[in-house]
Nanobody, 118 residues
Framework: QVTLVESGGGLVQAGGSLRLSCAISGRTDYVAAMAWFRQSAGKEREFVSGISYNGGYTDVADSVKGRFTIARNNAKNTVYLQMNSLKPEDTAVYYC???????????WGQGTQVTVSS
């Protein structure tokens, strides 16, 4: 059983920065590729950024390219999302999980709310 706990969200003005953390606890003997997703009111959950099991490969959605950076520290079982130059349209609840085909390896955490004011 793996538990995901997201943190680091908050209220920030447009142009500001936040760093999100995803703490992975439980059976962490398997190191999975991880990703960040977000869901805003009335919209479906969307992919934001992903990272391979060892951090050697990353991917990022076009909407956040050049502004968001994903990283991980396997010794701390934590995945990060550095968000710079935030825009009001980045407002959403942010979640992490491990994509596995069309599914996800773990149960979803509670997410962390990011609100960007204009």
């Amino acid at each position: 059983q793996v538990t995901l706990v997201e943190s680091g969200g908050g209220l920030v003005q447009a142009g500001g920065s936040l760093r999100l953390s995803c703490a992975i606890s439980g059976r962490t003997d398997y190191v999975a590729a991880m990703a960040w997703f977000r869901q805003s009111a009335g919209k479906e959950r969307e992919f934001v950024s992903g990272i391979s099991y060892n951090g050697g490969y990353t991917d990022v959605a076009d909407s956040v390219k050049g502004r968001f950076t994903i990283a991980r520290n396997n010794a701390k079982n934590t995945v990060y999302l550095q968000m710079n130059s935030l825009k009001p349209e980045d407002t959403a609840v942010y979640y992490c999980n491990a994509p596995f085909g069309d599914e996800f390896r773990y149960s979803w955490g509670q997410g962390t709310q990011v609100t960007v004011s204009s």
